[in-house]
């Protein structure tokens, strides 16, 4: 999988010091009516039980020059909790401080349902806001790298 390029994503959910979040590429469009996305989440990880007992979570897709974001909730940092959203600035998203600020896109939703599926959790969330950074270009992750696109 690693020779397909797919948008890098970091999905948080939480509130106020329980806030928990981790990188994600497996996350895609499901339907346009109801707005429904899907992002797939190890189910070993904090943010996997954070995100079943919140019912709320936010699909940020990173931009060109948030290498530190993902890094960071990729767990390559000694950060974990709180404790990765410190060094990042947030806006609220569907009511809650869990947009990531100059991502290209964030996506607010409410959990919706679950399918278990080996070592992973699919999440499927009903959006309820969309902020977008119109001149923010995508990150991309494609054979382990990291790449930006030239559009």
Wanted: glycine letters at 10%.
């Amino acid at each position: 999988m690693r020779h397909y390029a797919a948008g890098v994503t970091v999905v948080t959910t939480g509130t106020g010091d329980e806030r928990r979040g981790v990188t994600a590429t497996a996350f895609t469009s499901v339907t346009m009516e109801p707005p429904t996305v899907l992002v797939c989440i190890n189910r070993n990880g904090a943010t996997n039980t954070a995100l079943r007992s919140c019912e709320i979570f936010c699909v940020n897709i990173l931009a060109v020059g948030q290498d530190e974001a993902c890094a960071t909730f990729s767990g390559q940092r000694a950060l974990h909790g709180a404790g990765q959203f410190a060094p990042f600035e947030w806006l609220p998203c569907a009511g809650r401080p869990l947009a990531l600020k100059g991502a290209l896109a964030s996506i607010g939703c409410t959990l919706t349902g679950t399918i278990e599926q080996g070592t992973h959790t699919v999440f499927l969330g009903r959006v309820e806001e969309v902020l977008i950074s119109p001149s923010a270009r995508p990150l991309i992750h494609y054979d382990r790298v990291l790449h930006s696109v030239g559009l």
